[in-house]
C-alpha cells in the first residue's frame, strides 16, 4: 500500500498568514494527488484534485503543487473559516489512502 | 442535486456484522466513471479509506481490512451497501459514504453527512 505522510499534524496560525503544509507519498504518485478541508463534525469537502486543480467554487487563496512524491497545500492568506483539519489522499492506486492530517489552529 | 446519505445501526455487540448502506440521488450507479467508496473516521482520529465501488462493478478493499468488507450496489434502489464482518470495539467510527467521479484523476466530490457507529457489549 502507498502510505502518504503529512507534515506537521497540527500548526498554530493567524489570521492573515500564508500556510503552508506538505505531503508525501512512500512512492510516486504521479499527480495523482487530492486535498480535503474538514471542520469538526462535518464531513471532508474536496478543496484540491489532480495535485494543483481547484475544486469549483474554492477560493483561490488555496493552491496545490508538487508531483511524485512531494506535495503541497498553499493558504495565501488565512480566514476564520479556515481553521480545519487538511488531509491529502493518493489515488494512484488501489487501496487508496489518507494522510493522518494537518490541523490548522488558531 | 447530488445526495448521499448514510444508514444503519448506531450500536452493535463485538463480534456482530455490520450494514451500513448509501441511498444516493442526483446521479447514477449505472452510468459514467461513477462510483461510491465508504471511508470511516474514529473519534479524534484520520480518515481512513474502506472500499469503493464503480457502475462498472468493479471494486477495491482496504488491505487490511479485506477479509472482513464486502461492497455492492443495488441500481434499481440506487444503494450501495458496505458488509463488515466480527466487528471490534476498535471499528468505533463515524462512517461517510462518498462519490467518486473516475476517469483519470478519481476524486470524491460528494459526501454524505456520516453516521456514528459505536461497538460496545
Known amino acids: ?106 | 442535486q447530488v445526495t448521499l446519505k448514510e444508514s444503519g445501526p448506531v450500536l452493535v455487540k463485538p463480534t456482530e456484522t455490520l450494514t451500513l448502506t448509501c441511498t444516493v440521488s442526483g446521479f447514477s450507479l449505472t452510468t459514467g466513471v461513477m462510483g461510491v467508496s465508504w471511508i470511516r473516521q474514529p473519534p479524534g482520529k484520520a480518515l481512513d479509506w474502506l472500499a469503493h465501488i464503480f457502475s462498472n462493478d468493479d471494486k477495491s478493499y482496504s488491505t487490511s481490512l479485506k477479509s472482513r468488507l464486502t461492497i455492492s450496489k443495488d441500481t434499481s434502489k440506487s444503494q450501495v451497501v458496505l458488509i463488515m464482518t466480527n466487528m471490534d470495539p476498535v471499528d468505533t467510527a463515524t462512517y461517510y459514504c462518498a462519490r467518486i467521479v473516475g476517469g483519470e484523476r478519481p476524486l470524491f466530490d460528494y459526501w454524505g453527512q456520516g453516521t456514528l457507529v459505536a461497538v460496545s457489549s
Open chain 1, 1 to 106: 500500500d502507498i502510505q502518504m505522510t503529512q507534515s506537521p499534524s497540527s500548526l498554530s496560525a493567524s489570521v492573515g498568514d500564508r500556510v503552508t503544509f506538505t505531503c508525501r507519498a512512500s512512492q510516486s504518485i504521479s499527480n495523482y494527488l487530492n486535498w480535503y478541508q474538514q471542520k469538526p463534525g462535518k464531513a471532508p469537502k474536496l478543496l484540491i484534485y489532480a495535485a494543483s486543480s481547484l475544486q469549483s467554487g474554492v477560493p483561490s487563496r488555496f493552491s496545490g503543487s508538487g508531483s511524485g512524491t512531494d506535495f503541497t497545500l498553499t493558504i495565501g492568506s488565512l480566514q476564520p473559516e479556515d481553521f480545519a483539519t487538511y488531509y491529502c489522499q493518493q489515488c494512484y492506486s488501489a487501496p487508496w489512502t489518507f494522510g493522518q492530517g494537518t490541523k490548522v489552529e488558531i
